[in-house]
Nanobody, 124 residues
Framework: QVQLVESGGGLVQAGGSLRLSCVAS????????MGWFRQAPGKEREFVAA????????YYADSVKGRFTISRDSAKNTMYLQMSSLKPEDTAVYYC?????????????????WGQGTQVTVSS
């Protein structure tokens, strides 16, 4: 079992930055690929970014490439999402997820562990 707790969401103006954090507990942190998903009102949950257990591989949705950076700190059992040049369309609840691989994380979501989500609101 893996427990995930997100933090760092909030209200920011367009063009601004935020950093989300996700603290993991319960199992060996490096054994899991980690990722971020988001869900806007009335829309399906969508993939944002993922990072392998070692941190050596990262993946991004096209909509956030060049603006968001995913990273992890094994010493702190924490994953981060640095978000820059934020746009109103980035407004959503952001969820942290853990999976057995980045592929499973992205394609077999029912097998993931999930956090409770943190709200990000970008005003225009």
């Amino acid at each position: 079992q893996v427990q995930l707790v997100e933090s760092g969401g909030g209200l920011v103006q367009a063009g601004g930055s935020l950093r989300l954090s996700c603290v993991a507990s319960g199992r060996t942190f490096s054994a899991y690929a980690m990722g971020w998903f988001r869900q806007a009102p009335g829309k399906e949950r969508e993939f944002v970014a993922a990072i392998s257990g070692s941190g050596g591989s990262t993946y991004y949705a096209d909509s956030v490439k060049g603006r968001f950076t995913i990273s992890r700190d094994s010493a702190k059992n924490t994953m981060y999402l640095q978000m820059s040049s934020l746009k109103p369309e980035d407004t959503a609840v952001y969820y942290c997820a853990a999976g057995t691989s980045t592929l499973v994380l992205r394609l077999r979501r029912s097998e993931n562990y999930w956090g409770q989500g943190t709200q990000v609101t970008v005003s225009s």
